[in-house]
């Protein structure tokens, strides 16, 4: 049925943790970069996002926004996750989604290279 609620893990070993979903679809829950991030300060993050009534389509889109949680840092970052959930035809839940990564610019002129 494609429901966001519980652990998933990537490829790249990230860790996403949906703890909250509501009957609207909205969600909460927690974010964690897998080894292949190569960064260790990046701590476990706050996520909020919104699914599409899984009812209703047998393949709900979702989105969602990591707000991430840096150790010693003042830089700001947040990511925008925006993907679709599939049901195999044996059962395992599978998402595929884009990314964009949002680095805080110190000013307009810098504003080309803040974005990945």
């Not at 991430?68 to 679709?84: M, P, V, Y």
Request: charged residues 20%.
């Amino acid at each position: 049925q494609c429901l966001l609620s519980g652990s998933w893990r990537s490829d790249t070993g990230c860790r996403m943790v949906v703890s909250v979903l509501s009957k609207d679809g909205r969600f909460s829950g927690s974010y964690l970069p897998g080894p292949a991030a190569g960064n260790s300060e990046i701590l476990t993050s706050p996520l909020e996002g919104s699914q599409q009534d899984a009812r209703l389509v047998p393949h709900p889109t979702f989105s969602f926004i990591v707000h991430w949680q840096l150790r010693d840092s003042d830089t700001t970052r947040t990511t925008a996750f925006l993907g679709q959930c599939y049901t195999g035809t044996n059962g395992e839940e599978t998402l595929h989604a884009l990314w964009l990564l949002r680095e805080a610019a110190d000013s307009p002129a810098e504003d080309w290279k803040a974005t990945r």
